[in-house]
């Protein structure tokens, strides 16, 4: 998978969790969580999500490197041997 791609999977599965969010307005350096009022149980189940899209698991270490759109796409694309 690569980045684009990945940016992909990951705005299909925000607007599942946030429908009501404008993605068109989240930056790829934006944190997704403030950008768009994501809670803590939120962005567990945007992981949870891209877990099930991707079979890439991101233990709790490594989400400091998915809080935003550009940090996720690479984490998901380097995860998946993407380019």
Do not use: H, W
């Amino acid at each position: 998978m690569d980045a684009q791609a990945a940016d992909a999977v990951i705005r299909r599965v925000l607007s599942r969790i946030a429908p009501e969010a404008d993605l068109d307005e989240l930056g790829p350096d934006d944190d997704m969580s403030e950008a768009l009022d994501l809670d803590s149980m939120d962005f567990l189940n945007v992981v949870i999500a891209l877990k099930e899209e991707t079979a890439v698991d991101v233990p709790e270490s490594d989400y400091p490197a998915v809080r935003t759109l550009a940090g996720c796409a690479r984490y998901l694309a380097d995860a998946t041997g993407g380019p």
